[in-house]
């Protein structure tokens, strides 16, 4: 998988400010940090979501241990 480093991202942000000019660069940044924080919210709530259905599953499965022993 390729890194992105310094050099790559300076070269990303010197054509943003001459495609958008130094006036809209800022509000650009704003929308994709709100962007990513988004995306980072959905993410985290769907894998506490899939811990969640992984904790359940083993309550289950123990339960059904503890019947059987019962029995």
Same mark, same amino acid.
């Given at each position: ?5 310094? +050099? %790559? ?11 958008? $000019?130094?006036? @809209? +660069?800022?509000?650009?940044?704003? *929308?994709? $940090? ?14 506490? %979501?899939?811990? #969640?259905? @992984?904790? @359940?599953? %083993?309550?289950? #499965? %123990?339960? *059904?241990?503890? #019947? *059987?022993? @019962?029995?």
């Amino acid at each position: 998988m390729p890194t992105i480093g310094w +050099f %790559e991202i300076l070269i990303v942000v010197a054509i943003a400010i001459v495609v958008l $000019g130094p006036k @809209d +660069f800022p509000l650009m940044l704003k *929308k994709a $940090g709100s962007w990513i924080g988004t995306a980072k919210r959905y993410i985290n709530d769907i894998q506490n %979501e899939v811990s #969640n259905i @992984d904790i @359940d599953d %083993e309550k289950i #499965n %123990e339960i *059904k241990k503890d #019947n *059987k022993k @019962d029995e």
